[in-house]
């Protein structure tokens, strides 16, 4: 059983930047780490995600701007938001798959954290 926590959402104006946090607190090898949105009114939809090798993946919307990380010690994931756009104000939910291949859908995740809000004013 894994459970994971995010922290570090927040408000930010437009073009800042902003590092999210995804605690794991039951065992995550060989785990994908991933993370996930949600704006008002629309489905949740894929950001970006990492294998335990580090190999990284980016939805088109984010690629360039934002950057997936984790650190496997710590059990730890990460995602730098920068060049901000209101856009991108949403929930963001911090997500885990046991190893096979990338999530980018609701029902590839095995485990969800609770979601942390992002807001960008412009």
């Known amino acids: 059983q894994v459970q994971l926590v995010e922290s570090g959402g927040g408000l930010v104006q437009a073009g800042g930047s902003l590092r999210l946090s995804c605690a794991a607190s039951?065992?995550?090898?060989?785990?994908?780490m991933g993370w996930f949105r949600q704006a008002p009114g629309k489905e949740r939809e894929f950001v970006a995600a990492?294998?335990?090798?580090?190999?990284?993946y980016y939805a088109d919307s984010v690629k360039g701007r934002f950057t997936v990380s984790r650190d496997n010690a710590k059990n730890t994931a990460y995602l730098e938001m920068a060049s901000l756009k209101s856009e991108d104000t949403a929930v963001y939910y911090c997500?885990?798959?046991?190893?096979?291949?990338?999530?980018?859908?609701?029902?590839?995740?095995?485990?969800w954290g609770q979601g942390t809000q992002v807001t960008v004013s412009s």
């Open positions: 039951g065992r995550t090898f060989g785990y994908f």
């Open positions: 990492i294998n335990w090798y580090s190999s990284t």
């Open positions: 997500a885990a798959r046991r190893g096979v291949s990338v999530p980018t859908m609701d029902e590839e995740v095995d485990y």
